[in-house]
């Protein structure tokens, strides 16, 4: 596959900056909720925010 310019500035202005700055919020998100809860209440939230997301991108 040919990388096209527009595809080139997606991954080097957007892409990269996105899924770090989406890495840092579910680190800190889980990290404040592993503090509060117990286990089976972070599970419970991790896969509610597993089918948001997919929720989020199946829309899409």
């Given at each position: 596959?040919?990388?096209?310019?527009g595809?080139?500035?997606?991954?080097?202005?957007?892409?990269?900056?996105?899924?770090?700055?989406?890495?840092?919020?579910?680190?800190?998100?889980s990290?404040?909720?592993?503090?509060?809860?117990?286990?089976?209440?972070?599970?419970?939230?991790?896969?509610?925010?597993?089918?948001?997301?997919?929720?989020?991108?199946?829309?899409?």
């Open positions: 596959m040919r990388k096209t310019a595809y080139i500035v997606y991954q080097d202005d957007f892409e990269k900056h996105f899924l770090n700055v989406s890495a840092n919020f579910y680190s800190v998100e990290q404040q909720f592993i503090k509060c809860c117990d286990c089976g209440d972070y599970l419970k939230k991790a896969e509610r925010r597993l089918k948001e997301e997919m929720r989020g991108f199946l829309s899409t």
